[in-house]
């Protein structure tokens, strides 16, 4: 049965007609079709673009492919209808196309340095060996690579690059040799500047950008997906590392507290945003709206661009089409304008992933 929504369609900002005919948007009027959605204001569905479904709470592998179902349900049912997964140690490739859970676009496993990065998640590889593992992990994703470019060095006592500048900026390569887009976890300042240096694809967190990073990073297109929430979680990790740890606890509560201005001058610079929660792990699933609101009430984004941030510039980015001629039958729908008060994102009154009503 051919579905038919109207209402003000952004980022058109007029009233349309869709119909919904399988997993395929169409502007042609479908006869017969089931109105679904009369009123309102339309948008593509969500992203969440760093998202971890194969982490379960508490940060340990998930051992079962009905786990990763679960976490991405809570995800599909807030309203994010695509996830970009950065990292799974657990592989789920047979979701890819899971008529009932969002799109995926998957990293393999996180690639990280020997012994300093979150246990039993990554494959941990000395620098000989970063450049062929980031082939493999290409071929465990579908389009994605993870590198962990900085963690906790309990020998400095501080956060330090994971490899040096010659090997990671060969991971980078690798990846994109393998076909595949090249995503970094960074803290630090050292870290974010080779990477971004040597042509990443998209910066997470980024806590460590500077200025002239953040221009460099307009020029090239190179995209910061923030994670405020996990930021704001940096309190209590410095509370449990000062004791063993006090410059790196330091250095971590400098880096939340300027976050949010390096996010602004992101933004104000014209680096490509996107919005993501970093679930999994340490942060629950289904947040993705309060990380909006945050990129707008912290960081300054225009209700707007975090609109786009979270929908249809992600999920083009992605390579999700949004609610065009032909375009994927995912939407949500919100009983006010999210551009006058984005709290709305809170509470849509319809979602439709795949051409299926999920509520």
Partial sequence: MALHVRGV??????????????DRVTFEPVPGAET???????????????????????GAPITSIDQARELARIDRDAGVLAIRDAGSPYPYPELDDAEDLPRLARAGRHVAPPKRYLRDIGVEVGAGEVAATVAEQAGAGNGWVKLVGDWIDRGVGDLAQAWDAETMTAAVEAAHAAGARAAVHTFSESAVEIMVRAGVDSVEHGTGLSVELVDLMARQGTALVPTMINIRTFGGIADQARGKFPGYADHMLALRDRFPTVVRSAYEAGVPIYVGTDAGGGIDHGLAAEEMLLLHEQAGMAAVDVLAAASWRAREWLGFPGLVEGGLADLVVYPEDPRAD???????????LRGRVIR
């Fill in 342 to 352: 984005l709290r709305v994102v809170r509470t849509p009154t319809r979602i439709v």
């Fill in 9 to 22: 369609l952004l980022p058109d900002d007029e009233v349309r007609d869709l119909w919904l005919v399988g």
């Fill in 36 to 58: 679904v959605a009369d009123g309102g204001f339309v948008l593509p569905g969500l992203t969440d673009a760093h998202c971890h479904i194969g982490i379960a709470r508490g």
